[in-house]
């Protein structure tokens, strides 16, 4: 490929290779035209995924492309889950401001929340309908109901020959249940008295705990408390056994009350991390092991206590970000650290080491992405996008500026937000401040990474991305005016691999016509009739059907009597008639009025029907009228793509002065069509590439541009000299390379 100045609406194969993006389909408007709102993606697993729409203290849920609603007559409970305006949402606390603010976690089907101003919340999945928002505690540890009893035994016996010597021994007691918490203590119970002799024992008692399994016993005094004891039973005799002080009671949690909630949340090695409160935006804390609530430690420390410590270096460390990989990764304003055991010892309060690695500084808001053993973060200056990882070369850590390259693109714009999709894409999708998109295809393994841009007809806001199925769904929240009224739409990319060309949408905000249903008993009557039986089907006479041989040859008919589920139609068009008809299989209902379109209500729109580029038209009570039927329809936004070389020099005349132009081109093509190539500085309009069979127009859905296609172009002789190739229409452009053939004047 010729080297590439720009391209617009274009996207790089990881072969080379640039491909016109497809379009976006309308999933519906942001719930409030007057404040914000933010996507987040959540991959409970490979086939239950969601993007949420988190607002002004609401968050809506979005699945395979459109909002979730709770369709009537759904069994209940529902929890804190209801329709409101026909969508699913749940209340939630945080105003239009905080939710740009919020840090997100997931484990499992819940997903952990956190704000600086508003106390930790737990988003639950219980069912696709049932969702529950809970506030997150941090004493999950059932209190211990009642107090203990002590008594001194005194069987001594003359013989015995001993004088007790009484002395203060405290107790306390545990509860253990079967899901492998612990109870908090009871309260500490001490007793003066004396079991230095077998005969001399003291009985400890106490009441029952619901649910528990058995009882852990504690031993000591001065409030330095060691384990003595398991029983399953409510007493236990102590016969002078010392304590050990492996084994020790709950003694207190660090809390979190108002102005102390974290702002950062994260799992490491089966603790939850929390970070960066108001008071204390140094400081992390881990929980206890599995008991992510948990924020107890105990005296003396044991290993599987909560942790808490604070990073301490020559500037502010503000904790901004943390993520889990192979190590710990915590990202603050101004730097990179990494947490591990200390000499590689298991992470325990007393071998937690904060290391300082980095010292690139990371955005407040944008989460970082990790791809595969990277993580992509954006720095606090907002425009540069680093990929940090681990270089064993140097035993350290080390980032990548990945926008080094093309710094145009951001030249006085910051990313407001940013998405990885991976398959099929591969590709980090970055929504500016201008309202465009810079998008980056990404495979760090194989040292590629390049630039393109994306616009549309409006501004977009927010972006998203999300596994669903075996692909990558893209989500935009896109500002756009619609008849001199400003809309908020949120949009998913369309995403298909399929190879047809009437199937392949490139407009924007878009929603496709298609209606197929199953037939069986096809008839061949005569040559002009058939008959067939579609199960409820709901049509009159007058109704006009399509069946699809293949990507081009099809069978148009047009309904002329109804009997029940039977229908009789004549043959209209044919372009290939089999001998031998299919008598089952998939049969579509053609339309000539299309409604559902009052999103895009006294617009103008383009189409694609059937592989034929329509007029354009504007929509009136959101309806469309097409000049004919149609099987499949897109309708939406048309966009512009385009690809500009680099001004074009010969090798062996290299030189910016001289006057030169381009007399043909040829250029490498797959299954597109609609190409336009020239200079857009020319005084000439782009050349229109054509099909190799002159009789057929380039509209038409089968005269695609496969192979090389060499055309003149004549453009302006000029000092500077670039191709570009364009695509104006709702049509495909694959572009593999470009050959130009320069030609030098002598002044």
Known sequence: MTGVRAANNMMIEVEGSLIKRLGSYYIGQRKLSNRRSRMIPWEISNDDTYTLEFGHNFVRFIRFGGYVSIPVGAPGPFYDAVNVGGIMEVATPWTEDQVQELKFTFANDIMYIAHPDVQTQELRRYGLYAWDLVAMTTTPHVAFSGTLTLTQQNNLITADNYVPVNKDTSYRVSAQFADGTESLPSPIATINGDTGHPRMTITVSWPAQAGAVRYTVYKGNGGVFGFVAYTTATSWIDRNIAPSFDVVPLDSAWDFGPGQFPAVLEFY???????????????????????????????????????????????????????????????????????????????????????????????????????GNRILFVKNVGNTILDLGFEYTADTFKADDLTRLAKDLFKHKSIVSYAYADYPYNMLFCALSDGTLAVMTYVREHEIWGWTTMATDGKILDVSAVAEGDLYAVYFQVEREIDGVKKYFIERMVNTQSDRIDELNYLDCSLTYTDDRSFTNLVRVSDTQVTLDIAAHGLAVGAVLQYDFDEYDTVRMKVTGVAGNTLTCAIQRVSAFPTNLPTSG??????????????????????????????????????????????????????????????????????????????????????????????????????????RDSSDNMYYPGSVLDGPYETGVHIDWARQAFIRVESRDPLPLNLKNIVPDLIYGDD
């Open 586 to 691: 998939t049969i579509y209902i053609c339309a000539k009025v299309l409604t559902g379109l009052s999103h895009l209500e006294g617009h103008t729109v383009s189409m694609l029907a059937d592989g034929f580029v329509l007029s354009q038209a504007t929509v009136a009570l959101g309806e469309l009228n097409l000049p004919d039927h149609f099987a499949r329809v897109h309708v939406g936004l048309k966009y512009r793509a385009y690809v500009d070389t680099l001004n074009i020099e010969h090798q062996s005349r290299v030189g910016g002065y001289m006057f030169k132009t381009v007399d043909r081109v040829t250029l490498n093509l797959t299954r597109s069509r609609g190409v336009y190539v020239g200079n857009p500085l020319s005084s000439r309009d782009l050349v229109s590439l054509e099909s």
């Open 269 to 371: 090695k089966q603790r939850l991390a929390r970070a960066a409160t108001r008071a204390r935006p140094q400081s992390v804390w881990l929980s206890r092991p599995s008991v992510f609530s948990s924020l107890f430690k105990s005296i003396p420390s044991q290993d599987d206590d909560a942790i808490l410590f604070t990073l301490v270096a020559r500037k502010r460390q503000n904790i901004r970000h943390m993520v889990q990989m192979k190590s710990f990764i915590i990202f603050t304003d101004t730097g990179e650290w990494v947490l591990r055991g200390a000499n590689g010892s298991p992470l325990t309060p007393a071998t937690a080491e904060p290391d300082f690695e980095t010292s690139y500084g990371r955005h407040p808001i944008l989460r970082p992405l990790p791809i």
